[in-house]
């Protein structure tokens, strides 16, 4: 469990992952020295919920065990958990990092793109629109199509989105 937490691509599955980018708890940061701070928090509320009889069978992770977890995050109880945590490992010398991680992107991945592909980028102001006619390394040459033809991109992948499809 620990070890999928210190990967960027198994740390978002986890429940408590989700609960950091989600709920906005410590900034919405996914950092391993995070997770593992939150991971606490989270079977620590379980304990307060369970003791406080608000553990019910088939919905556990219910409004009253969100609302405990809310109150550790806000009273600063999380963030001195996260803080004893950082001291702790420093003191053993063992590595937790604080660096958040950079969560795993399609769009930015090479393979997602290939040539003769529609795609469009801009934002909903301003929108252009091209084909794909090189998959550079982190970039995509773009011909634009449309109003915007005539006039060749370079285009950021993560900026880049399929004209069709779902995503
Ligand atoms: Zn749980």
């Known amino acids: 469990m620990i070890k999928a937490k210190y990967h960027p691509d198994t740390a978002s599955g986890w429940l408590s992952g989700r609960e950091i980018l989600k709920r906005g708890y410590f900034n919405g940061e996914l950092s391993p020295l995070n997770l593992l ?26 409004r009253h065990f969100y609302a405990i977890l809310d109150e550790l995050h806000d009273s600063g109880g999380a963030e001195a958990t996260r803080q004893a945590l950082a001291k702790r490992a420093d003191e053993q010398n063992l590595t937790l990092p604080e660096m958040p991680f950079e969560l795993p992107d399609p769009h930015q991945k090479r393979t997602h793109w290939q ?53």
């Open 37 to 62: 701070a939150h991971t606490c928090c989270h079977e620590f509320a379980h304990l307060l919920q369970h003791s406080a009889g608000q553990r019910f069978r088939g919905s556990v992770h219910n």
């Open 115 to 167: 040539v003769g592909q529609a795609i469009y980028f801009g934002n909903a102001s301003k929108e252009f629109h091209g084909e794909i006619v090189r998959v550079n390394r982190k970039t995509c040459t773009v011909d634009g199509t449309g109003k915007s033809r005539g006039t060749r991109y370079r285009v950021p992948m993560q900026m880049l989105r399929k004209t069709h499809g779902d995503d």
